[in-house]
């Protein structure tokens, strides 16, 4: 149940010579078309959707989100899978612009080289959004890429803070904290690091004695906090970047003896579970289904002309989820 959003270049020249490998699902017309488009007002638009690796559940729900809101709009979705590879998103973005669509929604594998092909369809064109993630490597959050028409995603510093703001509450005494990173490369490790720390320093009393990688999985989640453990056993709070990794922290806090407790991030069904027997303390409720079909209402409002002026950022709400208000987070992947 990783969530992808990889850093870094990769180059993109290669890329945008090979020919699209798509998997191609398309959302069929239930309506009889859009006003206020392109041509004509009888027209029914069509969008693309370039989506990450539907292997993987959370992008797979941001696909199910769209795919509803496009049917709920009458709006054709051509959905797309990269399948996590930089090169085949890049050509399946060249063959959404070559069919001529009318918009494309990106769920970016990696911010530098999507600022190509946002570039690209632009210049075609064609009206550019993004999803769960973020255009040009240097942009900051509240400075989306100019030739994008929105973003839509989750507010990761935010998360960070949540998380920081339930670790306090779980701990109130302060205490030893070890905190679980996911993959390298992953600007993740940073983005819901940062407020997180922040949230400790301003109470006091606690120490982060050991940052390791658990690589975004319950299995090396698991081995990263039982080596922490041998070092420490007197932690008192594991925070894991993501719900996975926090669930084999979990289970290496079990198999210790451990008091430690767990807070994740993701509100994945794993992490939901783990709270309701009590294996991690809280996490962080995330909603890509929502975050989905938001993307494909804004697109069409651009398309429409509802949707005007220079991009903004929106972040859905992604509240703070323990046993005591765990039924409010209904996961959606």
Known sequence: MTIIRRAGAITVGVA????????????????????????????QLTIGLANQQESVTFPAAIAAGAKKKADELGVKLISLDSQGDQAKQASQVQDLIAQKVDGIILVPLSPGPAQALVDQAANAGVAVGTAHGYVGADRKVDDPYPKLKFIVDENELGAGATAGKMAVEAAPNGGKVAVITGAAGFVENTTRVTEFKKALDTKGGFKIVATQPGNWTKQDGQSACQNILAANPDVSLFYAISDDMAVGCGAAIKSASSKAKVIGIGGAKVGIAAIKDGTMYGTVCYKPADEGEQAVQKMYDALTGKLTGAPQTTFYDTPGVTKANVDTCVPQW
Request: overall charge positive.
């Open 16 to 43: 945008l010579a090979l020919a699209a490998g798509a998997c191609n699902t398309e959302s069929p017309s239930t309506g009889s078309g859009a006003a206020g488009t392109k041509s004509s007002s009888a027209k």
